[in-house]
């Protein structure tokens, strides 16, 4: 069970990463404008447009993509798993806390969306690092 709550908390993690990362390095500025999509706009609130610091972002997300999706192909070494899992623990504890602290610039749906989503990445770093016994 384990090892399937990992291989599914990491391809998550990739895919997601994919997503932010192309968006913000290649799309900077429709990035800016419009992250996440579906008519929701959460980077304006927060900020002036800085074209640096986005493609910043991008290569940090396409960096956690290719962690990911290396440690998914090696997700039976559970040291490969937990040490990716620490990482990105480290990375979404931080996102989630500076985050909740921005909350009051958003309107309520958007503010339950960014607790919920950023939630949940830390939720699925925290299963990549506990511990787990033989993989098979």
Wanted: proline share 4%; no cysteine; aromatic share 14%.
């Amino acid at each position: 069970m384990k090892l399937l709550l990992d291989r599914i908390s990491l391809a998550f993690m990739g895919v997601t990463g994919a997503f932010v990362g192309v968006h913000a390095y290649f799309a900077t500025q429709h990035f800016y404008d419009n992250f996440p999509g579906l008519g929701l706009r959460w980077l304006p609130q927060l900020g002036p447009f800085n074209e640096h610091f986005i493609k910043d972002v991008g290569a940090f997300y396409l960096g956690i993509t290719v962690l990911s999706f290396i440690a998914l192909a090696n997700a039976r070494k559970a040291i490969v798993v937990q040490m990716t899992g620490a990482a990105l623990l480290v990375f979404n504890v931080l996102h989630f806390y500076y985050h909740l602290t921005m909350l009051h610039m958003y309107e309520p749906r958007d503010q339950w969306l960014n607790a919920i989503l950023l939630g949940l990445t830390v939720v699925l770093s925290v299963i990549l690092v506990i511990p787990s016994g033989p993989r098979h």
